[in-house]
């Protein structure tokens, strides 16, 4: 046996895997694109080590993927297998696994905090709870799994800066501002490639309407994300979201054909459908065609690959995003068939059915309503829907083209009523008012409009 780089005991012989273990921790935790050819690396020099088979699974379910579903189910058998002579941190996480792949996400997190209880420095479990307490929409969770395990860490550490990253991020998404900013400054001070900190104090800028900041902040750091995962895209994505606040819809189309969404990139070529890059492109194409911009043939290639994805319903929060790019384009057969194959899916066994049911369903139901010009009916489909979609995942930033689907379909229905329903819901959540973004202008002075005196 021997130790990692945070002093927790690996079940393997070999010394060499040992060493590509941290490397493809190191990997993981800074989002590099080689993260699988890491893993492949200790797999050749230990195969019968469990933990690294668990990790192969971790990463088939982190792709958020039905197709690659199965492939994690059989890696947490084949890791089971092994561990016959292994820690019991090593087969919890195994357990955790397998509960991810056969979808119950709550005994997956219970799993995951059980371990950090007496293991804290094990950055593996911490990193895939975070991860999935925000595709979860559960930000005071996020909060509280970082504080309860930051104290046992230090600059001496190895993956400091991620935890630092992670703590700037959960506390700007319960809006404690304060708290996020210098946890993201300080890890970018200690890694200025660390791409979840850029996006951790990016939200907290783009929440306080610092976009000018914001795009100085990204454009800055951007030549340390060479050799990065999809995230880099949606740090540009965010960077485009601040040119969009400026009305620099040239900029911001650029950005999307150069940056985010540029299909002959190679990370882009070698995964085309990479949920957060669908959600990247459709969110924006979505915000810039209701401001009036040409956005050409760009829902196409999204829709075509919406098509290719439908009973899919693994990644939740990319549903609706989906049905957008098919509404967009016309496609209302298909749109019909991925629907039903939502109130198929809606009808399993899991944490993830009974959200789809109440959330994905109402809204996608709104977007077809809505593309047919049927507003009132978008707006009654989505309005049960409001309250509790943010379980669906995503940032308030990303929940905010949900929202904007709803106001926009209230506007065009003329339901002042439900506008200052939105707009005062949006108001609550962000530290400048919603007149001060431009999606929300528009909403914003019709329901001032529509307010009653005091």
């Known amino acids: 046996m021997y130790l990692d780089a945070r002093g927790l005991v690996l079940s393997t012989n070999s010394g060499k895997a040992a060493t590509a273990f941290d490397h493809l921790v190191a990997g993981y935790l800074t989002q590099r694109a080689d993260a699988g050819e890491r893993l492949e690396a200790v797999l050749a020099a230990d195969p019968d080590f469990a933990l690294a ?11 958020f993927k039905e197709a690659m579903v199965p492939t994690a189910a ?33 005994r997956t997190l219970a799993t995951w905090e059980a371990i950090l209880r007496d293991h804290p420095l094990d950055v593996v479990a911490f990193r895939l709870a975070h991860f999935l307490y925000f595709w979860l929409g559960r930000p ?21 800066s991620a935890m630092l990253a992670c703590h700037a991020f959960a506390h700007e998404e319960v809006g404690d501002y304060v708290a996020a900013e210098p946890s993201g400054r ?16 990016a939200h907290v800028m783009e929440s306080q309407g610092r976009r000018s900041e914001g795009i100085r902040w990204l454009t800055a750091l951007a030549p340390n994300w060479e050799g990065s995962h999809n995230m880099q ?72 690959k919406a098509e290719a ?14 049905m957008m790019a098919l509404t967009a384009t016309g496609r209302t057969e298909a749109a019909g068939r991925m629907i039903e194959a939502m109130r198929g899916f809606a009808k399993g066994q899991g944490t993830l059915p009974p959200l789809v049911r109440d959330y994905v369903l109402p809204i996608s139901e709104a977007l ?21 979609m943010y379980q669906l995942g995503g940032s308030h930033a990303q929940q905010d083209v949900l929202e904007q689907l709803f106001v926009d379909a209230a506007l065009k229905a003329g339901s002042l009523d439900d506008v200052r329903l939105v707009v005062e819901r949006v108001a609550g959540r962000r530290a400048i008012p919603p007149e001060r973004f431009l999606g929300w202008r528009e909403a914003a002075r019709r329901a001032d409009l529509a307010a009653p005196l005091a």
């Open 368 to 388: 077809l309503a809505h593309a047919a010009g049927h507003h009132d009916r978008a707006v009654e489909l989505m309005r049960p829907a409001l309250g509790g």
């Open 140 to 160: 005071y969770e996020m909060v509280a799994s970082v504080d309860r395990v930051l104290p046992a860490w230090s600059e001496e550490v190895p993956g400091y």
């Open 74 to 106: 059989e890696q947490a058998r084949k890791a089971a297998a092994l561990c016959t002579d292994v820690t019991e941190r090593e087969r919890s996480h195994v357990a955790a696994l397998a509960a991810w792949a056969e979808g119950d996400l709550d």
């Open 233 to 304: 895209h949606h740090l540009w994505w965010h960077c485009a979201l601040f040119k969009l606040e400026h009305g620099d819809h040239a900029g911001v189309l650029e950005l999307y054909d150069t940056r985010f969404r540029n299909l002959n990139a190679p990370l882009t070529v070698a995964s085309p459908d990479v949920y957060i890059d669908v959600q990247n492109a459709a969110s924006m194409l979505f915000r810039l065609q209701r401001l009036g911009v040409d956005v050409g043939t760009r829902w196409v290639e999204l829709a075509d």
């Open 186 to 201: 300080r890890a970018i001070e200690l890694d200025p490639g660390d791409l979840w900190a850029a996006h951790a104090v």
């Open 53 to 63: 088979q668990c990790m192969k699974g971790y990463f088939a379910m982190l792709a």
């Open 309 to 322: 994805r439908i009973g899919d319903c693994v990644s939740a929060f990319t549903l609706p995003h989906w």
